[in-house]
């Protein structure tokens, strides 16, 4: 597995991948997908070859706070160790940012999943967070 930076958008992949795991708000407006991947401050994704297994978006201003957008890893090659990583290289690469941040599903996989990668749910360490929906 390789990880480098997602540079040249590709509409047909990134449509599929965030299909592939029932993102459809996303993929029903296709345009807006793809502003949003060049808004991005940094995309990463993980390669086998020329075939891609994972991406992780962020957002922020990469000095004092950094937000993981999207984190998706197809299902044939989820629990092998691409989402995490996905998520060690942001980290590595923003060590020296004090908030880094994401928003995700409410389900034991996932909790266990940023847990295991040392992240907190905002109400244990005395914040809490808020969206507009």
Same mark, same amino acid.
């Given at each position: 597995? !390789?990880i480098?930076?997602?540079k040249?958008? *590709?509409e047909s !992949?990134?449509?599929r991948?965030?299909t592939?795991?029932?993102?459809t708000?996303?993929?029903d407006q296709? !345009?807006v ?5 060049? @808004? ?7 390669y !086998? ?5 994972g991406?992780?978006?962020? %957002? @922020?201003? /990469? ?6 957008q999207?984190?998706? %890893? ?6 092998? /160790?691409? /989402?995490?990583?996905l998520?060690?290289? %942001?980290? *590595? ?5 004090r908030?880094?941040e ?6 034991p ?6 847990k295991?990668?040392?992240?907190y749910?905002?109400?244990e360490? /005395? ?5 507009r929906g």
């Amino acid at each position: 597995m !390789e990880i480098r930076e997602y540079k040249t958008y *590709n509409e047909s !992949e990134i449509l599929r991948l965030y299909t592939s795991v029932g993102w459809t708000a996303y993929t029903d407006q296709p !345009e807006v997908l793809r502003k949003g991947f060049e @808004g991005s401050m940094l995309t990463l994704a993980a390669y !086998e070859g020329d075939q891609l297994l994972g991406i992780i978006r962020t %957002v @922020g201003d /990469g000095h004092t706070i950094v937000f993981v957008q999207d984190i998706l %890893v197809f299902p044939e090659h989820q629990r092998k /160790g691409f /989402g995490s990583a996905l998520l060690q290289a %942001v980290l *590595n690469r923003y060590r020296h940012v004090r908030q880094i941040e994401l928003a995700t599903d409410h389900t034991p996989k996932t909790i266990a999943f940023y847990k295991s990668m040392g992240f907190y749910e905002l109400s244990e360490i /005395g914040c809490c967070g808020f969206m507009r929906g």
